[in-house]
């Protein structure tokens, strides 16, 4: 588990900073940022054209870990980065008195590099993007195996105590994606139109993990880890050749709808996220079956690349037999794909309240928010509030402020201000020149 952490941490910080930064997605002036939530909404956009320069955006919520305040600096990214790697940052919610409790984390990050969109014709426009992407999710683990994880089983006070999880499920990518955009206004009657818009995208994949139909019985000793009438599915990449970013390719796309009335209100509707990657290169899927094995002399073996855990996991539970789990050399890891809906009023003037629904299937949040926002060509200030729903409740407010170019903000923002103790987060900011339509 501070391994899973370490690793999303270190991809964070390396890509600058996906999350749900809906305060900034739905406004008039989003530009191409607008088409990753809804390929239509750049039809009809008051902005002639949009050149995204660089922006990104962090997410994380979860359950289960959490940053106490004692260990938090007011928007010190750089040392919560250090204190993962150096495991004093990150505590756990284990509950002895019930350790079979299930939890969940989610972790995201995307930078969107150089993009653009531009009006071809009265009603058309198109555009370009390429961003680099990662997640990562841990769906339903118990209190035991996710605690057994976060101390590599080195905590004596969970020895000599059977445990089982049936229940947990892994999955995590690291994937470069390239999109191109269109959008269009299908239909114009009165005040009336519905705009369409489709993104198609080409996806080449750098990292993937995923372990599905666990069924652990486990017990752990000084001498020994001992798993009886036990299973698991799980495949990899290999992060020993972590320096080759094409490990497999894929095809994704994003299709939208918006139907407009006057300058009063908008309705949106999106797919997002379908598509997938197949990992065929350094890549491999492994079963794991057992009615009863041991990984002896644990405490003191050192496991140096992917290669040597793969054996040993198969020696464990085949008997000594270090290739017996190998099942095949791809895989395949879908997208996280989403269904939104959007609403935008506008109350006043440049006053406006919009309501957004992401409602992700399988390995994605949902997120139900409502925000309200003030909004000029030159100045806008969004105030978010949300309830991510992931296995758990968690609300979050926060804000988001535009000044020309330059935008910037974020949920959840307590732990980064060390109001209290950060158990998510969602942090985003860009620059993108735009050039606005006449009047």
Partial sequence: MKKLVILILLVLSRTSLFAQDLGVQNSNYAGIQGALLNPSSIAGSPLKWDINILSGDAFFAGNFLYAPVKNLRFFGFGHIIKGSLNEELFGTRWDPNNPNKKYDEALSTTILGPSFFVTVHKKHEIGLTMAARAVATVRNITGNLGENAFAYFQDGNLWNTNWQDNSARVNGM?????????ATVLYTQGENSLKGGISLNYLVGAEAAYAKNTNLNYRVDSNAILVTNSSLDYGQTDFDHWNDLNKGQGVGFDLGFTYVHGKEYRLGLSLL????????KYSGTYHLATVAGSYDNWYTTRLKSNQQ?????????????STASFQSDHFRMSLPTALSLQADWKVYQHYFLNFSVVQGFGNRPNVYAVTPRYETSMLEVSLPVSLINYGFWQPRVGVAVRFWYFFIGGDALGGLTRVNELTGMDFYAGIHYFFAKKS
């Fill in 174 to 182: 690291a994937w470069m994606e390239y999109g191109v955009h269109y």
């Fill in 273 to 280: 996220d379908v598509g997938s990657i197949n990992f065929k």
């Fill in 309 to 321: 855990i793969n054996q040993a996991m198969s020696a464990v539970f085949y008997g000594g037999d």
